[in-house]
């Protein structure tokens, strides 16, 4: 004989463990838990001035400007613009000439080559520091008058790896973004990716390669601007989790034979339900 007893506290025994699996699964889903704690004088300070730094392998745009004679001889010539030459995107144009600023590429030193200048090393400055060391070459030994250097990022890119809903590599239109903007143009995490175990790779001024491990879910992150805002190049890789890992260890023919002993299970739940009614 059934007794119904055994089988009510069995059940129950169940739901409770169902449901605490599954609250145990949404902790491990939000971002940044309890940001609320911190304070606003801590949120503005990480996020003042924060200006990304030129890294080796980055593609600039330097130019100098002055009303002083000889400035061009710190410009690179133009690249006309015809049939035959293609124009190049993010380029600025001269009223003088129509053509497209040709590019600077960082090497591996950090260095670039600027005509009159020869070789300047700018890698580990911020687009700024490089802009006043660049004027601080140039004036008085050059030019009688300070001349107006700008620096803009032509190739700034972030590239997302992993478990998102659509890896790859993204351009981004300014030089400030965030860790989650770049996830989000991702499509975010999906629910089988690590949230507290994000690698973000990252170049520095001398070449080398560095790993960072990043718990998404801390409050921290949101003041530790280094990591907060990318840098060009940054790779993002998101692990996935030990629930995926462990289905997919699974063979089809286990697959198979797990699918059909929780639908025989959870048929016999139904029966025995009905019969104890």
Same mark, same amino acid.
């Given at each position: 004989?059934? !007794? *119904?007893? *055994?089988?009510? $506290?069995?059940?129950?025994?169940?739901?409770?463990?169902?449901?605490?699996?599954?609250?145990?699964?949404?902790?491990?889903?939000?971002?940044? $838990?309890?940001?609320? +704690? #911190?304070?606003?004088?801590?949120?503005?300070?990480?996020?003042?001035?924060?200006?990304? $730094?030129?890294?080796?392998?980055?593609?600039?745009? %330097?130019? /100098?400007?002055?009303?002083?004679?000889?400035?061009?001889?710190?410009?690179?010539?133009?690249?006309?613009? !015809?049939? !035959?030459?293609? /124009?190049?995107?993010? %380029?600025?144009?001269?009223?003088?000439?129509?053509?497209?600023?040709?590019?600077?590429?960082?090497?591996?030193?950090?260095?670039? *080559?600027?005509?009159?200048?020869?070789?300047?090393?700018?890698?580990? #400055?911020? *687009?700024?520091? +490089?802009?006043?060391?660049?004027?601080?070459l140039i004036y008085p030994k050059y030019l009688n008058e300070k001349p107006i250097v700008n620096i803009r990022f032509v190739d700034y890119k972030i590239t997302v790896n992993g478990e998102v809903a659509k890896p790859g590599t993204y351009t981004i239109a300014n030089e400030r973004v965030t860790i989650f903007e770049a996830l989000a143009k991702a499509g975010d995490l999906t629910v089988y990716g690590k949230r507290d175990n994000v690698k973000l790779i990252r170049m520095d001024e001398t070449g080398k390669l560095n790993v960072h491990i990043v718990d998404l879910q801390d409050p921290n992150i949101l003041l530790n601007k280094d990591i907060y805002y990318l840098q060009q190049n940054d790779n993002l890789i998101v692990e996935t989790n030990k629930a995926k890992g462990n289905s997919s260890s699974w063979g089809s023919i286990e697959s198979i034979a797990l699918s059909t002993s929780l639908s025989a299970i959870s048929i016999l739940i139904s029966v025995i339900s009905l019969t104890t009614r």
């Open positions: 004989m059934i !007794n *119904k007893s *055994k089988i009510t $506290k069995a059940l129950i025994f169940f739901s409770f463990a169902f449901l605490f699996v599954s609250c145990k699964s949404y902790k491990n889903l939000p971002y940044v $838990k309890d940001a609320e +704690a #911190l304070t606003q004088e801590q949120l503005s300070a990480s996020a003042h001035m924060f200006e990304a $730094k030129i890294m080796p392998s980055d593609v600039l745009i %330097v130019t /100098v400007n002055s009303l002083a004679p000889g400035v061009k001889d710190f410009n690179l010539p133009l690249v006309p613009n !015809n049939l !035959n030459q293609p /124009v190049q995107t993010n %380029v600025t144009m001269t009223s003088e000439n129509s053509g497209s600023l040709q590019n600077y590429i960082v090497n591996s030193d950090g260095v670039i *080559k600027i005509p009159t200048l020869g070789e300047v090393k700018i890698g580990g #400055l911020t *687009k700024s520091q +490089a802009e006043g060391y660049i004027a601080s």
